[in-house]
């Protein structure tokens, strides 16, 4: 099963398999299930045409996305117990502490040391920028929007006239290469992607599929005993996989 963002999120593809699961183990048709059904009405904005005609006449006018590489990145997968993860959350708001930071998140402090490490693990230059893209659906979107604003939701009313602006004058973020010292991390550790079972018994494993890997990508996920724990699937260059792995200030944090 598998499901095009344009469609839905995140949250709406693991309500969604979540239920199907639940809906398999029944053992009648009539018996309850216990989450809300998914919803499956599509929302566009009051006058928006539908569907909304993309300007691509043939193939050839898509963009492309993506770049070509001689090197084939490598990945692993990395999993951060709870007690783990408070340790990393603790240091990272002592060590921000009088500086006039917000509270660091678990998250955000696993994401943080991860990107220490793999830029360690490039040996990149002191004065080198790097550069950390975070992929959020629109429910996790909301969120972080809150963490940086403290203010209105993400769907507030006055971001709707950009969405019917977009509808009108359609424009695509592109890029034909990233950008140098790039880390991007996409998913999030609140789905529940251990909650399905279709019969079988729970999942023994999680992992992310094989598009859109190049050397930088890391893909976060709940953890397999939950309560706070989290795994990250990280894919890098095989060099540069090689000197992450044996990072003893990372890999201490890690717990298999």
Not at 213 to 226: H, L, P, S
Request: with cysteine; hydrophobic share 40%.
């Amino acid at each position: 099963m598998s499901l095009n963002h344009a469609v839905g999120d995140g949250t709406a593809f693991w309500h969604l398999f979540n239920t199907w699961s639940e809906i398999s183990r029944r053992l009648s048709d009539d018996a309850a299930i216990s989450s809300p059904l998914p919803v499956h009405r599509r929302w566009f904005l009051d006058g928006c045409r539908v569907p909304i005609p993309l300007p691509f006449a043939k193939v050839e006018d898509i963009a492309s996305y993506g770049h070509s590489s001689s090197v084939q990145p490598q990945d692993c997968f990395l999993h951060f117990s709870a007690e783990s993860v408070k340790k990393l959350k603790a240091k990272a708001n002592a060590e921000a502490s009088g500086t006039g930071t917000a509270t660091i998140s678990s998250l955000q402090a696993l994401l943080a040391h991860l990107w220490v490490a793999v830029c360690r693990a490039r040996r990149l230059a002191p004065d080198q920028s790097t550069t950390y893209v975070l992929l959020l659906d629109p429910g996790a979107a909301c969120t972080a929007y809150r963490w940086a604003t403290r203010a209105t939701p993400w769907h507030a009313p006055r971001r709707r006239p950009r969405l019917a602006s977009w509808a009108r004058n359609l424009t695509f973020a592109c890029t034909s290469a990233p950008p140098p010292a790039l880390v991007v991390t996409g998913n999030s550790p609140r789905f529940d992607v251990y909650g399905n079972d279709f019969g079988w018994g729970q999942p023994v494993a999680v992992r992310r599929s094989s598009a859109n890997k190049m050397d930088g990508t890391a893909t976060v996920f709940q953890g397999r005993g939950g309560g706070g724990s989290m795994a990250l699937q990280v894919c890098l260059a095989p060099e540069v996989l090689a000197r992450r792995v044996t990072d003893d200030e990372f890999m201490s944090a890690v717990t298999a």
